[in-house]
């Protein structure tokens, strides 16, 4: 894994693409994206949000705020490659959740998108298309152009302007 710097790949690479200039991966649609097994993806049960496939696991706390851009999250998460791998993750039994503001420069803009409509509480599976995602940056464990899997808990939000 990455660590659990939380977020520091997800941050720090989806500043911009920092491939070495030529495509090591076709970029496929998603009808053309082989999920692994062992994640149980079945794309018939997503829908499209601002350019992710999210399918809520968990619906949150209904009389909450939905998160919006501006938004503090804190949220726990996993994410792997649509092959199967473990990239990064921040659970609980790693300490706090990670502090999101969403819609800042910074995060994935993938993680951002999935996030954005989530109530405390909630659960949610994320689709996350390589040019919301990492791009054409080769990384260690994340091949250029990958689809992501993003697993998400919303812990706790801060509403913007309150």
Do not use: K
Request: proline residues 7%; contains cysteine; hydrophobic residues 50%.
């Amino acid at each position: 894994m990455i660590g659990a710097a939380g977020l520091s790949l997800l941050v720090v690479v989806a500043c911009g693409d920092v491939g070495s200039g030529f495509e090591v991966n076709p970029v496929l649609p998603l009808d053309e994206v082989e999920f692994a097994p062992e994640l149980g993806i079945d794309t018939a049960l997503f829908r499209v949000q601002s350019g992710v496939w999210v399918h809520d696991d968990l619906a949150g706390d209904s009389l909450a705020p939905a998160a919006a851009a501006g938004d503090l999250a804190r949220l726990y998460y996993q994410g792997w490659t649509s092959v199967g791998v473990l990239f990064d993750q921040v659970r609980e039994e790693d300490g706090s959740p990670v502090a999101l503001r969403l819609g800042a420069s910074g995060p994935m803009p993938g993680l951002s998108a999935g996030v954005t409509g989530m109530r405390p509480g909630g659960e949610r599976t994320v689709l996350v298309p390589p040019a919301l995602g990492f791009g054409g940056a080769e990384l260690p464990q994340v091949p250029a152009n990958s689809w992501l899997v993003l697993r998400l808990r919303l812990m706790a939000l801060e509403v913007a302007g309150n």
